[in-house]
């Protein structure tokens, strides 16, 4: 199949790469010239574990190729997919598909012959609707099928994702554009991945839907949390036990300092805003939206109420700045708004992140970026643990006394037992759990 991919961000590169290691040959488009140039050369934009060398071997194959040639690269595609950003609107929290129609619009001017254009990019219920009307209005001449087909990727495991899915979601009842997405998605035979077919407004909500029913399981346990550190109880046994109930289960049972990331913040909010245009609101999506906004700054005032009440001139070291391990994704990161609740009560930074320290200084100012856990936590008061990298689950805690103000530990994401923390007298506060004293 000959693909082309609109956009060569995070879901348009990993999709490009994945398409076109199965077999297809793939063009990925940007507008970007410096980016499309990166990409010539080898070099990946974005962290993703083992993009880099899937990128490298496809391209060498001569299957994956760069352009910023749209027309190009669209004029005898079998399918064009449009996988550019929907960020958050200004102003209403609307889904800003201003991208998508330019691509829409580019699209139909360059297509020739019977194209699927299939959009991949997360956008409200009726965006293909719309993304129709444009193309035939711009070229009315154009033999097309409009297709949503939603990516379902987690950052830092993308590539397993796209290629052992647990479905692939097709949003056409058209028999043309059906054959053509059953021989794109042919090799994922193999694994017995369910092809779902489904109207296209319906496949548009199910991306949606997902992510904001995975939001409220992150909030609800998060809520839960709050509730045992009342209670004297134990997030982690509460979650376990109602997590074996298969009809719960036990993904996104994690209490911590909320969610982030480039999806659930931004997806969420745009479902709640679309419900509300079609005056049917979702007050558990609004409720789920409205919560995790004020907890980020809650685990600020968690960690100075630690460190005696007063963070004024303390120098409180953050370990982890993305929203997630395996990613160098910022976006909508706790631990912005957790450092700026602690600069706004007095405290000195230093943070230490295995892959997110560029992307942070583009989002957080007057921090002091460290060389490693140890040097992040030299002369600290308080040492805060945000994002659980593998890097930081076996820290070696009779070093980080040695070199502390203070042995304080602020365990946002429970990563550590409190007894293996407290026996090296270190004080350890978490999540939903009792604090302890040093042993």
Same mark, same amino acid.
């Given at each position: 199949m000959r693909l082309v991919m609109i956009g060569s961000g995070y879901v348009g590169l990993v999709s490009g790469a994945c398409f076109a290691d199965f077999g297809h040959s793939v063009?990925?488009?940007?507008?970007?010239? *410096?980016?499309?140039?990166?990409?010539?050369?080898?070099?990946?934009? #974005?962290?993703?574990?083992?993009? =880099?060398?899937?990128?490298a071997s496809n391209a060498k194959a001569g299957r994956l190729s760069f352009s910023t040639d749209l027309a190009a690269a669209v004029r005898d595609a079998d399918a064009v997919f449009i996988a550019v950003?929907?960020?958050?609107?200004?102003?209403?929290?609307? @889904?800003d598909l201003s991208y998508v129609y330019a691509a829409a619009r580019e699209i139909a001017r360059a297509v020739t012959g019977f194209t699927v254009i299939v959009t991949k990019s997360t956008v409200p219920v009726g965006t293909g609707d719309e993304v129709e009307r444009i193309m035939r209005e711009?070229?009315?001449? @154009?033999?097309?099928?409009?297709?949503?087909?939603? *990516?379902?990727?987690?950052?830092?495991?993308?590539? /397993?994702?796209f290629k052992r899915p647990d479905r692939v979601v097709i949003g056409t009842i058209e028999p043309r554009a059906i054959e053509v997405m059953k021989d794109v998605y042919r090799p994922l035979s193999l694994n017995e991945a369910p092809l779902m077919f489904c109207e296209r407004r319906t496949s548009e909500l199910i991306k949606y839907a997902g992510n904001a029913?995975?939001?409220?399981?992150?909030?609800?346990?998060?809520?839960?949390?709050?509730?045992?550190?009342?209670?004297?109880?134990? %997030?982690?046994?509460?979650?376990?036990?109602?997590?074996?109930?298969?009809? #719960?289960? =036990?993904?996104?049972?994690?209490?911590?300092?909320?969610?982030?990331?480039?999806?659930?913040?931004?997806d969420t909010l745009a479902l709640a805003k679309t419900a509300q245009d079609h005056d049917s609101p979702m007050r558990l999506v609004e409720a789920t939206?409205?919560?995790?906004?004020? $907890?980020?700054?809650?685990?600020? $005032?968690?960690? #100075?109420?630690?460190?005696?009440?007063?963070?004024?001139?303390?120098?409180v070291a953050?370990?982890?700045?993305?929203?997630?391990?395996?990613?160098? =994704?910022?976006?909508? /990161?706790?631990?912005?708004?957790? #450092?700026?609740?602690?600069? =706004?009560?007095?405290a000195v930074i230093s943070a230490y992140d295995p892959e997110?320290?560029?992307?942070?200084?583009?989002?957080?100012?007057?921090?002091?970026y460290a060389t490693s856990p140890y040097d992040a936590a030299e002369g600290a008061d308080v040492l805060v643990l945000v994002t659980e990298w593998d890097a930081f689950r076996a820290l070696d805690f009779g070093r980080l006394k040695t070199v502390m103000n203070a042995p304080l530990l602020v365990d946002l994401r429970n990563v550590y037992?409190?007894?293996? %923390?407290?026996?090296?007298?270190? *004080?350890?506060?978490?999540?939903?759990r009792k604090s302890g004293g040093a042993a």
């Open positions: 063009v990925c488009v940007d507008k970007v010239e *410096e980016k499309v140039e990166s990409l010539r050369k080898g070099l990946i934009p #974005i962290f993703e574990p083992g993009l =880099d060398a899937l990128v950003g929907t960020p958050s609107r200004r102003g209403d929290g609307h @889904a711009e070229n009315p001449q @154009a033999d097309i099928e409009v297709v949503s087909n939603p *990516e379902f990727l987690r950052e830092g495991a993308a590539i /397993s994702d029913f995975l939001a409220m399981k992150i909030t609800f346990i998060n809520e839960i949390a709050d509730l045992c550190e009342r209670v004297g109880a134990d %997030v982690q046994k509460v979650a376990k036990g109602i997590g074996l109930d298969k009809r #719960i289960g =036990d993904k996104f049972l994690h209490a911590g300092p909320g969610y982030g990331g480039s999806c659930f913040p931004k939206v409205a919560i995790n906004d004020t $907890r980020k700054r809650a685990m600020a $005032r968690k960690v #100075i109420a630690a460190s005696g009440g007063d963070v004024r001139g303390k120098k953050v370990l982890g700045l993305t929203f997630k391990p395996n990613t160098d =994704d910022m976006r909508e /990161s706790p631990s912005i708004a957790i #450092i700026q609740a602690l600069q =706004d009560n007095g997110g320290m560029e992307a942070a200084k583009s989002v957080i100012d007057g921090v002091a037992p409190p007894q293996e %923390v407290t026996r090296h007298g270190f *004080e350890y506060h978490s999540v939903g």
